[in-house]
Protein backbone atom coordinates (compact mmCIF):
# COMPACT_ATOMS: atom_id res chain seq x y z
CA UNK A 1 0.00 0.00 0.00
CA UNK A 2 1.60 3.22 -0.96
CA UNK A 3 -1.36 5.29 -1.08
CA UNK A 4 -4.98 5.45 0.51
CA UNK A 5 -6.90 6.67 -2.38
CA UNK A 6 -10.30 5.66 -1.43
CA UNK A 7 -11.75 2.64 0.24
CA UNK A 8 -12.41 1.13 -3.06
CA UNK A 9 -8.98 -0.02 -3.62
CA UNK A 10 -8.60 -2.10 -0.43
CA UNK A 11 -9.26 -5.60 0.12
CA UNK A 12 -11.60 -6.77 2.39
CA UNK A 13 -8.42 -8.46 3.86
CA UNK A 14 -6.45 -4.96 4.09
CA UNK A 15 -10.05 -3.32 5.87
CA UNK A 16 -9.96 -6.18 8.54
CA UNK A 17 -5.81 -5.30 8.97
CA UNK A 18 -6.23 -2.05 9.44
CA UNK A 19 -9.01 -1.94 11.94
CA UNK A 20 -7.11 -4.45 13.86
CA UNK A 21 -4.12 -2.23 14.15
CA UNK A 22 -6.42 0.36 14.85
CA UNK A 23 -7.39 -1.03 18.08
CA UNK A 24 -3.75 -2.20 19.28
CA UNK A 25 -3.22 2.00 18.37
CA UNK A 26 -6.47 2.62 20.29
CA UNK A 27 -4.96 0.64 23.34
CA UNK A 28 -1.54 2.08 23.10
CA UNK A 29 -2.76 5.66 23.27
CA UNK A 30 -4.84 5.45 25.90
CA UNK A 31 -2.30 4.04 27.71
CA UNK A 32 0.22 6.64 26.73
CA UNK A 33 2.31 4.47 25.55
CA UNK A 34 4.74 5.71 22.30
CA UNK A 35 4.39 4.06 19.03
CA UNK A 36 7.70 4.34 16.68
CA UNK A 37 6.41 3.55 13.60
CA UNK A 38 6.59 7.19 11.69
CA UNK A 39 10.25 8.16 13.95
CA UNK A 40 11.90 10.80 11.81
CA UNK A 41 9.35 11.19 9.04
CA UNK A 42 7.73 14.23 7.97
CA UNK A 43 3.89 14.35 7.42
CA UNK A 44 2.43 17.34 5.82
CA UNK A 45 -1.08 18.23 6.47
CA UNK A 46 -2.16 20.19 3.34
CA UNK A 47 -6.01 21.05 3.87
CA UNK A 48 -7.65 23.61 1.49
CA UNK A 49 -10.61 23.23 2.96
CA UNK A 50 -12.19 23.89 6.49
CA UNK A 51 -11.60 20.77 9.38
CA UNK A 52 -11.63 20.54 12.42
CA UNK A 53 -11.11 17.03 13.69
CA UNK A 54 -10.13 15.51 10.50
CA UNK A 55 -7.29 17.77 10.01
CA UNK A 56 -6.78 17.68 14.17
CA UNK A 57 -6.70 13.97 14.13
CA UNK A 58 -4.22 13.09 11.50
CA UNK A 59 -1.94 15.89 13.10
CA UNK A 60 -2.27 13.85 16.64
CA UNK A 61 -1.92 10.53 14.75
CA UNK A 62 0.83 11.63 13.23
CA UNK A 63 2.79 13.02 16.43
CA UNK A 64 1.82 9.96 18.25
CA UNK A 65 3.55 7.75 15.94
CA UNK A 66 6.76 9.87 16.28
CA UNK A 67 6.79 11.77 13.13
CA UNK A 68 7.09 15.78 12.90
CA UNK A 69 4.09 16.78 11.47
CA UNK A 70 3.26 20.38 9.43
CA UNK A 71 0.51 22.11 9.22
CA UNK A 72 0.23 24.15 5.80
CA UNK A 73 -2.31 27.09 5.53
CA UNK A 74 -3.08 26.69 1.71
CA UNK A 75 -3.77 30.50 1.81
CA UNK A 76 -0.60 30.88 2.52
CA UNK A 77 1.03 28.45 0.02
CA UNK A 78 2.19 29.28 -3.16
CA UNK A 79 -0.99 27.54 -4.57
CA UNK A 80 -2.97 30.98 -4.24
CA UNK A 81 -0.25 32.29 -6.48
CA UNK A 82 -0.98 30.02 -9.18
CA UNK A 83 1.07 27.23 -8.52
CA UNK A 84 0.21 23.80 -9.65
CA UNK A 85 -0.57 21.20 -7.48
CA UNK A 86 1.86 19.34 -9.25
CA UNK A 87 4.74 21.64 -8.60
CA UNK A 88 3.61 22.10 -4.76
CA UNK A 89 3.89 18.20 -4.39
CA UNK A 90 7.67 18.53 -6.18
CA UNK A 91 8.85 21.51 -3.65
CA UNK A 92 7.10 19.39 -0.28
CA UNK A 93 9.23 16.13 -1.67
CA UNK A 94 12.55 18.57 -2.31
CA UNK A 95 12.07 19.68 1.17
CA UNK A 96 12.27 16.12 2.79
CA UNK A 97 8.60 15.89 2.99
CA UNK A 98 7.80 11.98 2.87
CA UNK A 99 3.94 12.12 3.44
CA UNK A 100 0.84 14.52 2.39
CA UNK A 101 -2.26 13.93 3.93
CA UNK A 102 -4.52 16.06 2.00
CA UNK A 103 -7.96 17.63 1.67
CA UNK A 104 -9.30 19.18 -1.34
CA UNK A 105 -12.48 21.11 -2.49
CA UNK A 106 -11.74 18.98 -6.20
CA UNK A 107 -12.78 15.46 -6.78
CA UNK A 108 -9.91 13.60 -7.45
CA UNK A 109 -7.28 15.88 -6.16
CA UNK A 110 -5.65 13.56 -4.24
CA UNK A 111 -4.85 11.22 -6.92
CA UNK A 112 -3.70 13.96 -8.79
CA UNK A 113 -1.00 14.77 -6.00
CA UNK A 114 -0.34 10.82 -5.79
CA UNK A 115 0.77 10.92 -9.27
CA UNK A 116 3.76 14.00 -8.45
CA UNK A 117 4.71 13.24 -5.16
CA UNK A 118 6.68 10.67 -4.53
CA UNK A 119 6.00 9.83 -1.05
CA UNK A 120 2.93 8.42 0.44
CA UNK A 121 -0.46 10.31 -0.16
CA UNK A 122 -3.44 9.67 2.31
CA UNK A 123 -6.92 11.57 0.99
CA UNK A 124 -8.44 13.60 3.96
CA UNK A 125 -11.38 14.08 1.63
CA UNK A 126 -11.97 15.29 -2.28
CA UNK A 127 -15.01 17.11 -2.92
CA UNK A 128 -17.81 14.53 -3.44
CA UNK A 129 -15.83 12.02 -4.70
CA UNK A 130 -14.02 10.39 -1.04
CA UNK A 131 -13.23 9.82 1.97
CA UNK A 132 -11.39 6.95 2.98
CA UNK A 133 -10.52 7.95 6.69
CA UNK A 134 -13.75 8.55 7.57
CA UNK A 135 -15.29 5.16 6.20
CA UNK A 136 -12.59 3.22 7.75
CA UNK A 137 -13.21 5.35 11.67
CA UNK A 138 -16.97 4.68 11.10
CA UNK A 139 -16.93 1.10 10.50
CA UNK A 140 -14.41 0.33 13.42
CA UNK A 141 -17.12 2.85 15.72
CA UNK A 142 -19.77 0.81 14.68
CA UNK A 143 -18.37 -2.90 14.59
CA UNK A 144 -17.34 -1.99 18.23
CA UNK A 145 -20.55 -0.83 19.53
CA UNK A 146 -22.43 -3.84 18.14
CA UNK A 147 -18.81 -5.95 19.58
CA UNK A 148 -18.82 -7.66 16.53
CA UNK A 149 -16.25 -8.57 14.23
CA UNK A 150 -18.18 -7.92 11.15
CA UNK A 151 -21.92 -6.22 10.31
CA UNK A 152 -23.29 -9.53 8.42
CA UNK A 153 -26.92 -9.13 9.10
CA UNK A 154 -26.96 -5.70 10.03
CA UNK A 155 -29.13 -2.90 8.44
CA UNK A 156 -27.52 0.63 8.44
CA UNK A 157 -29.31 3.78 7.08
CA UNK A 158 -27.29 6.62 5.80
CA UNK A 159 -30.14 9.43 5.25
CA UNK A 160 -29.25 13.18 4.15
CA UNK A 161 -27.80 14.94 1.21
CA UNK A 162 -25.73 11.96 -0.38
CA UNK A 163 -25.58 13.73 -3.38
CA UNK A 164 -22.64 15.82 -1.92
CA UNK A 165 -21.49 13.48 0.30
CA UNK A 166 -17.79 11.79 0.42
CA UNK A 167 -18.26 10.19 3.85
CA UNK A 168 -21.64 8.45 2.45
CA UNK A 169 -19.59 7.41 -1.14
CA UNK A 170 -16.68 5.80 1.14
CA UNK A 171 -19.20 4.60 3.45
CA UNK A 172 -20.99 2.27 0.87
CA UNK A 173 -17.90 0.50 0.13
CA UNK A 174 -16.94 -0.65 3.63
CA UNK A 175 -20.16 -1.26 5.09
CA UNK A 176 -21.93 -3.17 2.15
CA UNK A 177 -17.91 -4.88 1.96
CA UNK A 178 -18.45 -5.69 6.00
CA UNK A 179 -21.91 -7.66 5.17
CA UNK A 180 -24.37 -4.95 6.12
CA UNK A 181 -28.17 -4.26 4.39
CA UNK A 182 -26.90 -0.59 3.71
CA UNK A 183 -30.39 2.06 3.21
CA UNK A 184 -28.99 5.65 1.47
CA UNK A 185 -32.17 7.73 1.97
CA UNK A 186 -32.81 10.88 1.19
CA UNK A 187 -35.15 13.11 -0.81
CA UNK A 188 -34.94 12.16 -4.75
CA UNK A 189 -32.62 15.31 -6.22
CA UNK A 190 -30.35 13.71 -3.58
CA UNK A 191 -30.34 10.63 -5.16
CA UNK A 192 -29.07 11.15 -7.97
CA UNK A 193 -26.00 8.92 -9.62
CA UNK A 194 -26.54 6.37 -6.46
CA UNK A 195 -27.53 3.95 -8.83
CA UNK A 196 -24.58 4.09 -11.16
CA UNK A 197 -22.41 3.60 -7.42
CA UNK A 198 -24.40 0.85 -6.36
CA UNK A 199 -23.79 -1.01 -9.72
CA UNK A 200 -20.16 -0.52 -9.57
CA UNK A 201 -20.01 -2.28 -5.59
CA UNK A 202 -18.94 -5.30 -5.72
CA UNK A 203 -22.02 -6.88 -3.66
CA UNK A 204 -24.99 -5.12 -5.47
CA UNK A 205 -27.66 -6.89 -3.18
CA UNK A 206 -26.61 -4.99 -0.28
CA UNK A 207 -27.98 -1.53 -0.93
CA UNK A 208 -31.23 0.07 -0.99
CA UNK A 209 -32.04 3.49 -2.55
CA UNK A 210 -35.17 4.99 -1.22
CA UNK A 211 -36.58 8.41 -0.61
CA UNK A 212 -39.01 6.52 1.63
CA UNK A 213 -37.59 7.23 5.45
CA UNK A 214 -40.05 5.24 7.23
CA UNK A 215 -39.16 2.16 5.54
CA UNK A 216 -35.46 2.77 5.86
CA UNK A 217 -35.80 3.42 9.43
CA UNK A 218 -37.55 0.13 10.19
CA UNK A 219 -35.60 -2.55 12.01
CA UNK A 220 -32.51 -0.37 11.27
CA UNK A 221 -29.78 -1.23 14.10
CA UNK A 222 -27.57 2.17 12.78
CA UNK A 223 -28.61 5.81 11.73
CA UNK A 224 -26.21 7.92 10.00
CA UNK A 225 -27.30 11.52 9.36
CA UNK A 226 -25.25 13.71 7.33
CA UNK A 227 -24.86 17.35 7.10
CA UNK A 228 -27.63 19.55 5.41
CA UNK A 229 -25.28 21.60 3.53
CA UNK A 230 -27.97 24.65 4.19
CA UNK A 231 -26.10 26.97 1.13
CA UNK A 232 -26.99 24.33 -1.38
CA UNK A 233 -30.40 24.03 -0.70
CA UNK A 234 -31.13 27.90 -2.44
CA UNK A 235 -33.31 27.31 -5.40
CA UNK A 236 -33.14 23.36 -5.13
CA UNK A 237 -36.63 21.33 -5.77
CA UNK A 238 -36.70 20.96 -2.07
CA UNK A 239 -36.74 23.77 0.82
CA UNK A 240 -35.43 23.34 3.82
CA UNK A 241 -38.18 23.44 5.99
CA UNK A 242 -39.95 20.56 3.91
CA UNK A 243 -36.42 18.35 4.58
CA UNK A 244 -36.38 18.90 8.36
CA UNK A 245 -40.30 17.94 8.08
CA UNK A 246 -39.87 15.03 6.22
CA UNK A 247 -36.00 13.68 7.42
CA UNK A 248 -34.89 15.57 10.33
CA UNK A 249 -33.75 12.75 12.62
CA UNK A 250 -35.49 12.47 15.64
CA UNK A 251 -36.32 10.69 19.41
CA UNK A 252 -39.51 9.40 17.81
CA UNK A 253 -38.43 8.32 14.41
CA UNK A 254 -35.30 6.57 16.22
CA UNK A 255 -37.96 4.69 18.32
CA UNK A 256 -38.91 3.10 14.74
CA UNK A 257 -35.32 1.42 14.23
CA UNK A 258 -34.26 -1.79 16.00
CA UNK A 259 -34.43 -0.90 19.92
CA UNK A 260 -31.21 0.11 20.84
CA UNK A 261 -30.87 1.30 17.10
CA UNK A 262 -27.06 3.32 17.38
CA UNK A 263 -27.08 7.42 16.15
CA UNK A 264 -24.06 8.05 13.94
CA UNK A 265 -22.83 11.37 12.12
CA UNK A 266 -19.30 12.38 10.74
CA UNK A 267 -19.80 16.10 11.74
CA UNK A 268 -19.83 18.73 11.89
CA UNK A 269 -23.90 18.62 13.08
CA UNK A 270 -26.24 21.37 12.14
CA UNK A 271 -28.21 20.95 15.02
CA UNK A 272 -31.95 20.85 14.72
CA UNK A 273 -32.00 20.72 10.92
CA UNK A 274 -30.73 16.70 9.63
CA UNK A 275 -31.35 15.99 13.35
CA UNK A 276 -32.44 17.16 16.77
CA UNK A 277 -29.91 17.90 19.88
CA UNK A 278 -31.23 15.24 22.11
CA UNK A 279 -30.58 12.39 19.67
CA UNK A 280 -27.08 13.33 19.35
CA UNK A 281 -26.28 13.87 22.79
CA UNK A 282 -28.31 10.91 23.48
CA UNK A 283 -27.14 7.34 24.97
CA UNK A 284 -27.33 5.40 21.70
CA UNK A 285 -24.99 8.34 20.38
CA UNK A 286 -22.05 7.06 18.57
CA UNK A 287 -21.10 10.78 17.36
CA UNK A 288 -18.41 11.48 20.21
CA UNK A 289 -16.99 7.94 19.47
CA UNK A 290 -16.55 8.46 16.16
CA UNK A 291 -14.27 11.62 17.01
CA UNK A 292 -12.53 9.88 19.45
CA UNK A 293 -11.69 6.71 16.96
CA UNK A 294 -9.91 9.08 14.46
CA UNK A 295 -6.93 9.12 15.83
CA UNK A 296 -6.39 5.39 16.46
CA UNK A 297 -7.80 4.57 12.94
CA UNK A 298 -5.17 7.44 11.29
CA UNK A 299 -2.52 6.06 13.23
CA UNK A 300 -3.18 2.55 11.54
CA UNK A 301 -3.60 4.10 8.39
CA UNK A 302 0.00 6.07 8.38
CA UNK A 303 1.78 3.37 9.83
CA UNK A 304 0.74 0.93 7.75
CA UNK A 305 1.53 3.26 4.63
CA UNK A 306 5.15 3.80 6.51
CA UNK A 307 5.33 0.10 6.42
CA UNK A 308 4.93 -0.24 2.53
C1 LIG B 1 -17.23 15.57 6.55
C2 LIG B 1 -16.33 16.01 5.42
O1 LIG B 1 -15.68 17.05 5.50
O2 LIG B 1 -16.31 15.27 4.47
N1 LIG B 1 -16.72 15.76 7.81
C3 LIG B 1 -15.67 15.04 8.30
O3 LIG B 1 -14.63 14.93 7.71
N2 LIG B 1 -15.84 14.43 9.48
C4 LIG B 1 -18.65 15.84 6.35
C5 LIG B 1 -19.16 17.24 6.09
O4 LIG B 1 -18.44 18.18 5.82
O5 LIG B 1 -20.39 17.38 6.11
Avoid at 116 to 129: C, E, I, K, L, S
Wanted: hydrophobic content about 45%; charged content about 25%.
Amino acid sequence: MKHLLDVDELSREQVDALLAQAGAMRRAFDAGRRVRALEGVRVALLFAEPSTRTRLSFEIAARALGAEAYVLDPGGTSLVKGESLADTCRTLAAQGIGMLVMRHHRAGAASVAARYFPGNVVNAGDGWHAHPTQALLDLFTLRGALGSDDLRGRKVVIVGDLLHSRVARSNAWTLTGDGAQLWVCGPPPWLHGWDRLAARLPVTDRLVITEDLEAALRDADAVMALRVQKERMRGGALSLDEYVARYRITPERMSTAHPGALFMHPGPTNEGVEVTRDVIRGPRSLVAEQVRNGVPVRMAVLAALARG
